[in-house]
């Protein structure tokens, strides 16, 4: 049932993730657009990376693809968040305008915030180890991306390889943007795994809270058993010492009545009056113990209604 209600959380994520990625992107559009003064500027990166979020975004609203791939729905947005814009900014590095956005921290930089929420996901989804699996493949795939598509790029420009470990414009330096890839796997360990021990406790503490509402529950419903039990106890003790009573007084009454009826009249009459009177003490009594076991009027029906109730009554 938890993993159950873990799951529908991490899923309900998903949307919010999708449009803080377009917000994000379009943000860095109106940023380049100031920097390079050029609509025209690292287009093909926006159009790409456009497409990509709003295919997620569209992935995450239909309900589809989550029915039928189950639990490699998950795997397959986190890697459509993160893989294909590594991918498409290294594939289009070549092609960037000279600015501050485009040397290697500049390109992490772009990757970060995308990267941080899928990093918050995956923490959330599948704790620490989610974590370090993560920032492992990110890592790895960046090596990749360098040591396999920037020549590969290069190749395709028709363009010689640099000598001594020189990228393709704008990675003037691979050591440097190796550096930086060290670093952001190197924060995304920590910080993931910050956010993994967070999500743990606080999962531990609503499974403690989910625990303390089943025990109230049922100590209120023993409660309530045992409210039940007594008042239905002190109900047959108010009728027996009331209604019990006085029908065992009359029985005694009439009986004794029966048996003077036909020897001695007047103790007869006698013992009728005294039975009428029995039964009318009796009556009284077992009102005023129906009457306590009531709400008041004042409780029931406020100050004004209950003085109108008594004026009716002693009327």
Not at 27 to 54: E, H, K, M, P, W
Not at 215 to 225: D, G, K, M, V
Not at 285 to 292: F, G, M, P, V
Request: charged letters at 15%; proline letters at 4%; glycine letters at 4%.
């Amino acid at each position: 049932m938890n993993d159950q209600q873990d799951d529908t959380d991490t899923l309900r994520l998903l949307p919010t993730a999708g449009w803080l990625w377009l917000v994000y992107l379009l943000t860095l559009l109106v940023i380049d657009q100031l920097i390079y003064r050029s609509i025209q500027a690292n287009l093909l990166y926006y159009i790409f990376n456009l497409a990509v979020a709003g295919a997620f975004l569209l992935l995450a609203h239909w309900d589809g693809p989550c029915r039928g791939l189950k639990g490699l729905y998950l795997p397959l947005m986190l890697s459509l968040m993160v893989a294909l814009p590594l991918v498409i900014s290294h594939l289009l590095t070549a092609s960037f305008f000279q600015g501050p956005l485009s040397n290697p921290e500049g390109m992490a930089l772009r990757q970060m915030p995308v990267m941080f929420v899928a990093l918050v996901i995956t923490a959330w989804q599948y704790r620490l180890a989610g974590v370090i699996l993560f920032s492992g493949g990110t890592a790895l795939l960046e090596v990749l991306m360098v040591d396999i598509v920037a020549p590969l790029v290069l190749f395709m420009n028709r363009q010689p390889m640099p000598p001594q470990n020189f990228g393709p414009v704008p990675f003037q330096n691979i050591d440097v943007f190796l550096v930086v890839a060290l670093v952001r796997t190197v924060s995304f360990a920590v910080v993931g795994a910050f956010i993994s021990q967070l999500i743990t406790r606080l999962r531990t503490q609503q499974s403690s809270l989910r625990e303390a509402n089943a025990r109230l529950a049922h100590y209120a419903s023993t409660l309530e058993s045992l409210t039940v039990s007594r008042e239905r106890n002190r109900l047959a003790h108010e009728l027996h010492d009331t209604l019990a009573h006085s029908l065992t007084a009359l029985s005694v009454q009439l009986e004794a009545l029966k048996a003077y009826w036909n020897v001695d009249r007047k103790k007869a009459r006698k013992l009728l009056d005294q039975a009428l009177s029995a039964t009318r003490s009796g009556l009284e009594e077992t009102r005023r113990a129906l009457k306590a076991l009531r709400a008041t009027s004042l409780e029931e029906l406020g100050l004004g209604l209950a003085l109108r109730h008594i004026a009716e009554s002693a009327a």
